[in-house]
Nanobody, 114 residues
Framework: QVQLVESGGGLVQAGGSLRLSCAAS????????MGWYRQAPGKQRELVAL???????NYADSVKGRFTISRDNAKNTVYLQMNSLKPEDTAVYYC????????WGQGTQVTVSS
């Protein structure tokens, strides 16, 4: 079993920054990718950023240039640096790990006030 523990969410004013962390532990085999998704009230969960084992990344158009995903392979930890935050970034952010199956964290709330 794999456990994902997220941290770093909170309340920030528009234009501010937050850094999310997600540490993976347990029976981890080959990791294909780790990423961050978010879900705002009344909306579907959407991809925010993804980093593959080879280091390539994908970002949602809405966060390009503002968010940066990175990964510490030795610690099985993925980070999401979020700058220039906007109220529309408000959501629960979920960490994901793709191995032989998908795993999800419990989610961390990010609230951006205007």
């Amino acid at each position: 079993q794999v456990q994902l523990v997220e941290s770093g969410g909170g309340l920030v004013q528009a234009g501010g920054s937050l850094r999310l962390s997600c540490a993976a532990s347990g029976s981890i085999f080959a990791i294909n990718a780790m990423g961050w998704y978010r879900q705002a009230p009344g909306k579907q969960r959407e991809l925010v950023a993804l980093i593959r084992s080879g280091g390539s990344t994908n970002y949602a158009d809405s966060v390009k240039g503002r968010f940066t995903i990175s990964r510490d392979n030795a610690k099985n930890t993925v980070y999401l640096q979020m700058n220039s935050l906007k109220p529309e970034d408000t959501a629960v952010y979920y960490c994901s790990l793709t191995s032989i199956r998908n795993y999800w964290g419990q989610g961390t709330q990010v609230t951006v006030s205007s």
